[in-house]
């Protein structure tokens, strides 16, 4: 099972188009915020920008701090998000050392699902849909 | 997502008290253009001063904003005060996304903040900040700080700032959107200044749902396919609209050296649009929402010890500012040109109008007719470093003579001579020596933009000379114009947004109403847009040409003043029809 890299952000423009694409396909919703990957500055236009999401980690620590289950361990890295599992704690979001994981106000969950459907919105190629055994730490970033 | 009213935020800034409005007439109106002559018709009064507090600035967008890819431009309007009549001002970056995603189709300000203010909104928050400290500060600077007093969002909010100009009321003013974009022309920043608003932050925190049928999802990737996969991608995804500056020269129709000249062989290699991507292209850049990512940053770099010890800049440039601080004013380095742009962002002056007005002043100077007693500092056509600092004395308003030339060229001229070869269409010139229709549409234009109408293209196409042919071209192109800025979609998007395919964008948002009968709505907006321009003062006779159009050679020869007399007299005349409310506009 692939997951989503990012190995060259320093290609990024700021465009948006990938977050859009996630809220838009994934969770039908037109927002730069609910998405699962989400585009941030790093300090301004001038330096670049990071795309904010799930690094699917092979043990991730939201997994073991979701009260119910709805985080589960994907296979080859990442999270499976069971929505009708979920209380909306926040534990997930907050346990994730990457910020990886958004809370919008009202209570909802936005994770990286690991489908790639961003990745042909890039203009620039930043996104990449890998095996995970060929990814190096670095790649995964970008 | 869709509402068939418009969601209006309206701040006064005397009172801090702000109310939410839902105002009717989604399907006349549309947004943006139309959403912004609405607006100023219910806030605005076309017969007090730009100055008066109770006067609005207003921000709009429209019901593609963010929706569908390059459908990322705000509209500004506020009564001028180049002018002092009403007008729009077109911005990309991200305040147009940041708006709707704050939950807004529009901003309206009014009133004056008692000391130097910042506003920060956002869809669940509005905050009015003192932020006198920031007075005087510059345009970079000052985005430094919004950012770094505004708590979250980065990435996902717009921060609009003006610099010095601004605040000491030039009618060059620009207002800086998100470092690299601007509401450049016609002199908004002064409006934010005499507002007492250094900043507006706009935080992009909320969102909507989408319908959840596949329509609006196919017609997205077809639409995205579409804007990514053609020759427009390609154009201004490339050198970008740089290129023109090469194109435009073999074509006799570069002003050079204060349009002395339209044509300078050599002198382009220095700064033509391959020479900038060589040499000076630092990385791209995007507005949010567009994949094309159009927006070029180069850099200067600057010696600050002996030591080999440098600092760096990133500058955006686009063909116009490369024209009003290039080859208008002499210079053919790419380097040289970023420098002097690079002052224009810092104190925010429009640097179109700032070069061509520095244009002037250099000829001026030539002649005699003013001196460095007015000047400061020497000024010669190619002398970077006279221009930056001149720039500054500009952006300042140094001297009396500055803070005149502030006001617009032909004020100076007025006063010190030289209105024959003040380069000045409505406003300061675009950079487009074309020919005698783009000199007629531009100088009458609603805007003075050369984005008003497609003159200066039909100048490129056309040598024969057909007063009738030439004029509805100009009128048959404005509605169209109209209706993408009520979307309110950029304008390089305009070969794949025909109206058939905005209805259907529309029609997948659940639009219907507005969908229908896009051309009336277009000339609708039109008509209205120049009410009010025609209410607050404008008089197509008044508008002055300087003699030095008429002898300017382009690709079709010397410039043909009998047929230039009539264009404008036959479009001045035709505009006025859009003067009485109820006059149908096509009549004659």
Not at chain 2, 187 to 195: D, E, S, W
Not at chain 2, 348 to 356: H, P, W
Not at chain 2, 374 to 392: C, I, S
Not at chain 2, 486 to 499: D, H, I, K
């Amino acid at each position: 099972m692939k997951i989503l890299t990012a190995p060259h952000m320093e290609r990024c423009i700021g465009c948006h188009s990938c977050a859009l694409a996630c809220a838009r396909l994934v969770h039908k919703r037109l927002s730069w915020e609910t998405a699962g990957i989400r585009i941030h500055s790093t300090g301004g236009l001038s330096s670049g920008f990071a795309a904010i999401r799930c690094l699917a980690c092979l043990e991730a620590p939201c997994v073991d701090a979701c009260p119910t289950g709805a985080m589960a361990q994907r296979k080859g890295g990442g999270v499976i998000y069971r929505k009708k599992l979920c209380i909306q704690c926040g534990e997930c979001a907050a346990a994730c050392p990457v910020e990886g994981i958004l809370q919008d106000r009202d209570g909802s969950i936005y994770v990286c699902i690991q489908c790639g459907q961003c990745v042909d919105f890039c203009p620039h190629d930043c996104l990449v849909m890998r095996d995970p055994e060929t990814v190096t730490p670095g790649e995964v970033i970008g | 997502m869709t509402n068939d009213f418009f969601r209006v935020l309206e701040v006064n800034l005397s009172t801090g008290q702000s109310r939410l409005h839902q105002i009717d007439g989604r399907t006349t109106a549309i947004g943006g253009s139309g959403l912004a002559a609405l607006l100023f018709s219910r806030f605005g009064r076309v017969d007090l001063s730009w100055r008066e507090e109770e006067q609005p600035f207003i921000l709009t967008i429209g019901p593609l904003t963010g929706a569908f890819p390059l459908m990322s431009k705000t509209v500004a309007a506020f009564k001028s005060p180049y002018h002092d009549q009403y007008t729009e001002s077109h911005a990309g970056g991200r305040s147009a996304l940041a708006l709707k995603f704050a939950g807004l189709d529009a901003l309206v300000l009014i009133g004056r903040a008692k000391t130097l203010s910042s506003l920060e909104i956002g869809s669940r928050s509005i905050a009015i900040k003192d932020v006198a400290f920031m007075q005087g500060m510059d345009a970079y600077a000052a985005g430094k700080l919004l950012r770094r007093t505004s708590k979250g969002g980065s990435g996902h909010r717009s921060i609009l700032r003006i610099g010095p100009a601004g605040e000491i009321g030039s009618a060059m003013a620009c207002i800086n959107a998100d470092t690299y974009r601007h509401f450049g022309r016609l002199g908004g920043g002064a409006v934010l200044g005499n507002k007492n608003i250094k900043g507006i932050i706009i935080q992009g925190d909320g969102g909507f749902e989408l319908p959840s049928d596949n329509g609006y999802k196919k017609l997205f990737a077809k639409v995205y396919s579409q804007v990514t996969g053609t020759k427009m991608m390609q154009k201004y995804h490339s050198l970008g609209t740089p290129a023109n500056m090469q194109s435009l020269d073999d074509l006799q129709s570069l002003p050079w050296r204060n349009l002395q000249q339209s044509s300078d062989p050599e002198g382009i290699q220095g700064i033509n649009g391959q020479r900038f991507a060589d040499d000076a292209l630092l990385r791209n850049g995007a507005c949010s929402g567009c994949p094309v990512g159009c927006i070029h940053i180069g850099y200067v770099r600057e010696k600050f010890s002996e030591d080999n010890r440098y600092i760096y800049r990133q500058v955006a440039y686009d063909y116009e500012p490369l024209f009003s601080c290039g080859s208008m004013l002499g210079i053919t380095d790419a380097f040289a040109v970023l420098n002097v742009m690079d002052v224009f962002e810092k104190v925010s002056l429009d640097s179109m109008s700032g070069g061509v007005a520095l244009a002037w002043a250099t000829e001026a100077l030539e002649r005699g007719i003013i001196s460095e007693k007015e000047t400061v500092v020497p000024l010669a056509f190619g002398d970077a470093e006279g221009y930056r600092q001149a720039a500054h004395l500009l952006g300042t308003g140094a001297n009396a003579f500055y803070l005149l030339l502030g006001q617009g060229t032909l004020a100076a001229a007025r006063q010190y001579g030289g209105e024959d070869f003040a380069c000045v269409l409505g406003q300061e010139m675009a950079g487009y020596a074309t020919g005698e229709l783009f000199f007629a549409a531009q100088s009458l234009g609603f805007r003075h933009s050369h984005l008003d109408t497609g003159g200066y293209s039909y100048d490129q196409k056309h040598a024969e000379r057909d007063v009738e042919k030439a004029t509805a071209f100009l009128l048959d192109d404005e509605p169209g114009r109209c209706l993408l800025t009520s979307m309110v979609s950029c304008l390089f998007a305009r070969s794949v947004y025909t109206p058939e395919v905005l209805a259907d964008c529309l029609s997948s948002l659940g639009f219907d109403a507005v969908a229908t009968d896009l051309d009336v709505s277009g000339e609708r907006i039109r008509r209205h847009r120049w009410q009010l321009r025609f209410a607050s003062g404008f008089v197509p006779e008044e508008v002055v040409l300087p003699k030095r159009y008429y002898k300017v050679n382009t690709w079709k020869g010397a410039i043909d003043g009998q047929y230039l007399d009539a264009l404008r007299r036959e479009y001045g005349r035709r505009l006025c029809a859009f003067a009485a409310p109820d006059t149908p506009a096509d009549e004659g």
